[in-house]
Each structure stands twice: as C-alpha cells, then as structure tokens.
C-alpha cells in the first residue's frame, strides 16, 4: 500500500528474537542486557497472523531478523509458513552466521533464497574484541555453508567503524572480487548503544577501496529491497554495496516497515511510534482490526528520520517521540 508521501510500502523485516549470541559492542551491552520475558515475544502463530495481514496489504517481502533470529527455535519451520502465505515472495535472513552452518540446510529447504551476513573483520582477534566472543572460525563456516548453495544470493554486511576496523575494509570486499556475493558497508546509525561510535562514511570507505581496486563504476537500478546503492569493481564477481543512512538520506524511497520482536509495529527506525500490535491480537481483536491499525500505521510513516539533522545541522525534532530501544531489539 501507499504511505501518505505516496511511497510504496512492501517490506517488512520481523524481529523474532531481542537475545543473541553476540554482544557486538555497538549494539548489545556485555552484560545487564533486560531481556523479554518468554511470554512478552510473539508466538510464530501470532507473527504468522501479522504477515498474513501485511501481505493483504501489499507487504511482499519478509525479512527475519533479531537479535540473532538463529537463537529462536524451528526457526525453518517459521520460514516455511510464511513463504506459504498467499501474496508473499521472498523471506530471507540476516544474522551473524555462528549458527547458519548447523540450520542452513533446513532454511534452505524451507524455502530461504537469500541470507545477509554481518561480518565486520575477518581478524580473530579483533572479532572478539567486537563482538566479546570468540567464534570468528564459526561464522566463517556458516558464510561458506551459504555459499555452498549456489541458488542463495549471500550478502555480506560490514558496519564501518573508523579507528577500529579500517583495515579490514579492503579485505571484506576482496570476497566480492573472488565470490559471487555482494559486500555492502554500512554507516552506523546513531540509535542504541552505537550512538556516539565514529563513523566510517561512505566516503571514506569508497576513497579506501579505490586505493586498492581502482575506480568503480556506479550501478543503476534496485538491487534487493533495501537502500543500497551499487558500485562494480574492475574483475569484481559481486558488487559493492553502501548503505548510508547518515551521510545520504534515502527516505524518501523508504518502502519499510518492522515488526519488534514484542510484537510493535514500527514504521520508522528513529521514531519510537506505531502500534502494539501484541496487545491486540492478545485481548482478541478480530482480523479486521488489526488490519486496520496495520494499515493507519503505514499509512502515517514518517516522512523521513533525522539522523543527521538532529546532530549536526540543528534541525528541530521530537525528542520524546526518538527511539530508546536498542538494534537488536529492533532488528536492524
Ligand atoms: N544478529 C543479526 C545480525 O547481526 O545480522 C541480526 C540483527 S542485527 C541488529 C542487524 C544488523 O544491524 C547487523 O548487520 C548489525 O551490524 C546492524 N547494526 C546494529 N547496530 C547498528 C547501528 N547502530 N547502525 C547500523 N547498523 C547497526
Ligand atoms: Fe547480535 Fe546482531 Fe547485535 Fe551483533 S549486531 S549483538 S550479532 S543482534
């Protein structure tokens, strides 16, 4: 459907997990970490429910997400009763692939046909140091599960973080130039804990790679769903991709929507509006309504988020309306 600034809105990524094995430092504190109650998280019944709905909608595309969705239980059999769902085409995955190499047959059969990867360095010891945990070696292992079914379309995702891993930019892309797989940098966005990282622009990172790779040439058109814009390395076999919330807004070709793992419907990542949808599936609103308040939170997405704005330039914007919830409640 279309949102009130005429934006076409059909994808929704779905947290179905706020816990993680992970506890990347820009994302998850160490330790103290309030996590849902058991109760508190939508069954896959009831997430199963809202996806039917948003597909009546128009919503087409499905993303899983978390926390690590790979932590949840039979998340396979999720996968497959959504991609059952008259009206929706494609759900896929993002994690940090410590479990992929365990499930990835199970996904696959159940339909996965694309899967993102975050992976910010290919050094061990500068993983652990990122993410407090030591299991580089088994992420590692589950990109090259994914890679092993060639009718998977892998992704990589590095948020670039300046002064930290800056030297492991040249390195990630180098799995574009020998794989099939598209590698994309992403600016970190001033929400949760990553709030006050330093951030490796998209220019930088670009300037960064042209020392190594030469100039590329910048692709045209929607690869995938989300705002990615697409550069081609000389002899790369996958593209480079770079997602630059911050320093280039691209709401206005916002087509999104997120579903937080407690069951709130977001249209906005920065803003903490939208309707708690958990709330009226579980005091027994039929259908409709819930259609309903589908529909008029879509429908009042904001226009755009203030990322830059609200640091930088001085713009004005409302402060008890920002996000307080943390990525990997949201789902990225
Ligand atoms: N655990 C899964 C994973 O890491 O892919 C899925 C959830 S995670 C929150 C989704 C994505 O959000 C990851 O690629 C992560 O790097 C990214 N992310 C987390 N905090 C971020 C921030 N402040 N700015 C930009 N990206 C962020
Ligand atoms: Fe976990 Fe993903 Fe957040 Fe890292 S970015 S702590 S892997 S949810």
């Known amino acids: 459907m279309l949102d009130q600034y005429g934006r076409t809105i059909e994808y929704l990524r779905v947290s179905v997990t706020d816990r993680c094995n992970l506890r990347c430092r820009y994302c998850m504190p160490e330790e103290g970490v309030e996590l849902l109650q058991h109760e508190q998280i939508l069954s896959y019944d009831e997430i199963e429910r809202i996806v039917r709905l948003c597909a009546k909608m128009g919503i087409s595309k499905v993303k899983l997400t978390g926390g690590e969705p790979l932590v949840r239980k039979g ?122 990282d330093p951030n490796g622009s998209q220019k930088i990172v670009y300037d960064h790679l042209v020392q190594v790779f030469g100039e590329a040439r910048n692709l045209s058109g929607r ?18 991709g770079f997602i630059s919330a911050v320093s280039h807004q691209f709401c206005d070709g916002c087509n999104r929507i997120r579903l937080t793992a407690d069951g709130f419907l977001k249209p906005c990542l920065q803003y903490s509006t939208g309707k708690d949808l958990k709330e009226l599936l579980r005091s027994g609103k039929s259908d409709q309504e819930i259609f309903e308040a589908i529909k008029e939170t879509i429908y009042r997405k904001p226009r755009s988020h203030q990322f830059k704005n609200s640091e930088n330039e001085g713009h004005m914007c409302d402060t008890k309306q920002m996000e307080q919830r943390k990525m990997s409640s949201i789902g990225g």
């Not at 009206?87 to 996965?112: H, K, P």
């Not at 993102?116 to 050094?123: K, R």
């Open 75 to 196: 998340l396979s059999s999720l996968l497959r009763r959504l991609k059952r769902i008259d009206g929706i085409e494609d759900v896929t995955l993002t994690t940090n692939g410590v479990l992929l190499e365990s499930q990835i047959d199970d996904l696959v059969e159940a339909g996965l046909t694309a899967v993102n990867i975050s992976l910010d360095t290919l050094d061990r010891a500068q993983y652990e140091e990122l993410t407090r945990r030591d299991q580089l070696e088994e992420a590692l292992r589950g990109l090259e599960a994914a890679l092993s079914y060639p009718q998977l379309q892998v992704k990589i995702n590095c948020v670039t973080l300046l002064g930290k891993n800056e030297e492991q930019w040249t390195k990630l892309a180098a799995f574009a130039k020998e794989k099939p797989v598209d590698v994309r940098f992403i600016e970190m966005m001033p929400i949760g804990i990553g709030q006050s």
């Open 223 to 240: 690869f995938g769903n989300g705002p990615a814009v697409y550069k081609q390395f000389p002899e790369f076999k996958g593209k480079i």
